[in-house]
């Protein structure tokens, strides 16, 4: 479970920073599986694995667990699932509405997005009578080192709760690198930021060559559908847990029996 100190660091600041979350020998099987999946063009599907068209040189690939078992492993990883039933809300049960890997290169960025002005039920905050209620939690895992000058994540501390617009959402900001009161969450290898959706967040500008690659699992309450429709293989089902499976596919489609 989480500690005294994070439960108040996460109600103040609206994240937290899970250190050394995967080991290396783990983290070398996402990496290696997530090799094969480059060559994916803008639109295109191999199996249930997919490439999002609309993100320039970024690749986004949909789908992660459909991946194999490496990727499988992180749908109820120890690192932060207790952490996840204690924020979304333990008695409601889990859903990831989507998981991603998220993969740039020199000079791209994340533009500031979200914030608690905007009241939507599917990213809030709540706290009522001793129980966190959060729509939407992010796992966002560093496959590699992302430090200074290689984009990493930036959020606005307490934002999850603010009432006003940042000033810069009217700008249109390509990046937090020059906004007010953001601040860098540098990530080692392995380590794991862990924030509620309504926090508003983006990146910095990567200005180091080479690549930045990160995992994004959105966790919510079961009831919670996936974001763009996707839906699990009948084979990822078969194959996982019994909790994976919950956590996946919690409400699995009701049909009468027979022909």
Known sequence: MPTASEEYLF?????????????????EELNARLDTYLDLEPD???GRVYRHPGRGETRHLHNLFEIGEAFER???????????????GGDDGLFIDESFADIRGQGAATRIHSGAHKRRIRTQFRYHEGQFRCGQINVLLALGDVGQGDGP??????????????PVFAQGAESLDSVAAAVELPLKAGDAA??????????????????????????????????????????????????????????????????
């Open 194 to 259: 862990f924030f509620v959706d309504c926090l508003a967040h983006g990146s910095a500008r990567r200005t180091n060559p080479g690549q930045r690659r990160v995992l994004i699992i959105r966790y919510g309450p079961h009831w919670g559908n996936d974001r763009y429709g996707f839906q699990p293989s009948p084979e990822l089902i078969a194959r996982l847990t019994p909790e994976r499976r919950q956590i996946v596919q919690p409400l699995p489609p009701k049909v009468p029996p027979g022909p």
């Open 153 to 166: 994540t930036m959020v606005i501390p307490g934002s999850h709760k603010s009432n006003l617009p940042h």
């Open 74 to 88: 992180l749908v109820d990883h120890p690192s932060w699932l207790a952490h996840l039933k204690r924020f979304v």
């Open 44 to 46: 295109q599907w191999r």
């Open 11 to 27: 109600d103040l600041r609206g994240y937290l920073r899970l250190e050394n979350a995967v080991g290396d020998a783990h983290l």
